[in-house]
């Protein structure tokens, strides 16, 4: 089958699922403007500000797609291409999408709080506090993970003639984001202050993100790769305690317009270039020794469904949406258009592999070199296309670390805040704990430890754990939906497959680890046993937590509950 008619089939299954299925929810769960969403009742300057739906849609949508989209179904291609689509299909529209849309809609519903916050008020304070422990543990791998990613994409490696022409991409790919950030901070203080027009608004944003490509593109930084490691985490540490206006939001909305233009322009490029699809399509249940469950599907992860969109739509973005209807195109929306990314991945790696063969090198280099031939199509020069593609895939996992280091940073805090908690007179203890910047660095300084080790060593446990994420945000959103009398069958078949195939695959990596244990380097060792230790951790986190929500669910409501409900 050829990329043309693989790009088509998708664009019209994610269409129709939008319209169809994403407004029957939006209709199903009773999405009203006249009730005032929390961004204008609890608004701070910091976390709750009323934004327009196409900047939050950036945050949203650029927070969400990390390196993920394009790592999974590249790598999953082994299994052949079919059973990818399709997982990037069904998994987008009537899993991933639902999850994204019910938690955005259960935290604007109940003051822009997280999913640990609905947990504490359907389910019970134990359950809470378990989950925002889950969080936690979450957190440090997606920071570390990703953190080294960026780290790696940014700084130079030892100087030879293979390292030559990556470093200097590199290179500018650092410079450019890092003239972003400058951008993002003069953007967000012209918007506050100015209040521009959208089209005022889009046209300045689109000149800077111009303006800042252009300079890294003649200006690269060489840094070697461990001061970038240093740089980020700073860097990290301050965007997790900024005002969202004045970074979080006019970065996100910058490189939103740089994300989506890479992915417009290559499904253009498909069209032009008419790609084969070189893969089969399938090649079996187990593969080289790995089972196609449930590997496959934790595996594409984010191109299908994952459990730290749950958190961005509770944790951040349901603190900055303006009215309810913005809620299905921001969440349900980007979700799907994640899951487009997913399946131009598919086709790039279907296009340069030989003989059936995914060829050698990082998922990020095969989906590079592949869009930047794409492109070719479009007289577009290759090296400057394969500098924006890394750039742009560079902006994925940048976009997702301050915001999951922001998440994380919540998740502290209200770890250590209950319903009654009066906020005035905290204990000596309590304040420090719950203190912005505390918070940040007990996130921060285990995951600059762990990232020592490379994304490589933590990447398989990080998809496990957020595929079991969004088990219990699944879970809680379910619960809320009942508790609010309100229909949630919908849930459940998301709910129930994910809780199997993410069980399955922690037990499976669990076992994989000892067995190779002892038998690696040192420094794998440290992260061959943070694997072991967090899998034990987050399955049994994650089975409590599950187990309270069950009960919650399917059996008789209490007259506490009842009452906590109606209040």
């Not at 191109?303 to 730290?308: E, L, Q």
């Not at 912005?436 to 285990?446: C, G, R």
């Amino acid at each position: 089958m050829s990329g043309v008619l693989i790009m088509l089939i998708a664009i019209i299954v994610l269409v129709c699922g939008y319209l169809f299925y994403g407004k029957w929810l939006e209709k199903t769960w009773g999405i009203d403007n006249k009730i005032p969403t929390p961004a204008h009742t609890m608004e701070d300057g910091i976390d709750y500000v009323p934004t327009k739906k196409q900047v939050v849609f950036g945050h949203q949508f650029a927070s969400i797609a990390g390196a993920g989209p394009i790592n999974g179904p590249i790598q999953a291609a082994i299994f052949g291409w079919v059973p990818v689509l399709l997982w990037c299909l069904i998994g987008g529209v009537f899993f991933g999408a639902v999850q994204d849309f019910s938690s955005m809609y259960a935290s604007v519903r109940n003051k822009g709080r997280s999913i640990g916050i609905i947990i504490e008020n359907y389910v019970g304070t134990t359950g809470k506090k378990l989950f925002l422990l889950f969080v936690y543990l979450f957190s440090i791998l997606v920071v570390a993970a990703f953190g080294d990613i960026v780290a790696k994409s940014f700084g130079t490696y030892p100087v030879s003639d293979a390292t030559k022409a990556l470093n200097h991409s590199n290179g500018q790919v650092a410079c450019a984001s890092t003239m972003f950030i400058l951008a993002a901070v003069l953007l967000g203080l012209f918007i506050r202050k100015k209040a521009p027009s959208t089209m005022v608004n889009t046209i300045v944003s689109i000149s800077a993100l111009i303006v800042c490509i252009v300079i890294g593109y003649f200006l690269p930084f060489f840094i070697p790769i461990e001061g970038w490691r240093y740089l980020v985490f700073i860097y990290c540490l301050i965007a997790s305690v900024a005002p969202v206006w004045i970074l979080l939001q006019p970065r996100d909305y910058l490189n939103s317009y740089l994300l989506v233009a890479m992915i417009a322009a290559a499904v253009l490029g498909i069209f032009v270039a008419h790609p084969a699809m070189n893969l089969p399509a399938f090649t079996g249940f187990v593969v080289n020794g790995t089972p196609l469950f449930p590997i496959l599907f934790v595996t594409i992860a984010c191109g299908a469904v994952s459990g730290f969109h749950s958190l961005v739509s509770s944790e951040t973005a349901s603190k900055q949406v303006d009215k309810e209807t913005d809620m299905l195109p921001i969440s349900y929306g980007a979700m799907l258009v994640e899951s487009l990314l997913g399946v131009v991945s598919l086709v790039a790696v279907g296009a340069v592999s030989v003989g059936g063969k995914i060829p050698a090198g990082t998922p990020q280099q095969i989906f590079s070199s592949a869009v930047a031939g794409f492109l070719g199509g479009l007289h577009i020069n290759k090296d400057v296309s394969f500098t924006l593609v890394n750039l742009a895939v560079s902006a994925f996992a940048l976009t997702s670390l301050d915001s999951v280091a922001r998440v994380g940073r919540l998740s502290i805090q209200e770890f250590f805040m209950d319903k009654d908690t009066d906020m005035d007179n905290l204990s000596p203890a309590l304040k420090i704990l719950s203190n912005k910047w505390v918070a940040s660095l007990l996130v921060l300084i285990p995951s600059f430890a762990l990232s020592l080790s490379g994304y490589a060593q933590i990447w398989a446990l990080f998809g496990s754990a957020n595929q079991l994420l969004s088990v219990l945000a699944l879970c809680a959103v379910a619960v809320f939906l009942k508790k609010t009398s309100q229909k949630n069958k919908m849930i459940y078949i998301p709910m129930f497959f994910m809780l199997a195939v993410t069980t399955s695959s922690l037990v499976i990596l669990i076992i994989n680890n000892i067995k190779s244990f002892g038998k690696l380097k040192k420094i794998t060792i440290f992260g061959q046993s943070m694997q072991i230790i967090f899998a034990i951790l987050l399955i049994a986190l994650a089975v409590i937590v599950a187990l309270q929500c069950f009960k919650k669910l399917f059996g008789k409501d209490d007259a506490k509950t009842q009452a906590a409900t109606a209040d």
